[in-house]
């Protein structure tokens, strides 16, 4: 990928979160809120699994 079309994609993704940011707050949230839930449920299952395997 050339380097002014790699721009181009960047701003434009950027755009289009600040979009989405700006017009749907609660919803913007809830996303964030699950992503960290999904996030932090995967490092807890990754501690488990080490813990396990040197328990």
């Known amino acids: ?3 002014g079309l790699k721009k ?3 701003v434009g993704v950027v755009v289009l979160v600040l979009f989405f940011l700006i017009t ?3 919803q913007s949230a809830d996303l964030v809120h699950r992503v960290l839930g999904w996030l932090k449920d995967g490092a807890e299952a990754i501690v488990t699994f080490f813990k396990t395997l040197f328990a």
């Open 1 to 3: 990928m050339s380097s």
């Open 8 to 10: 181009i994609v960047v």
């Open 24 to 26: 749907q707050p609660t």
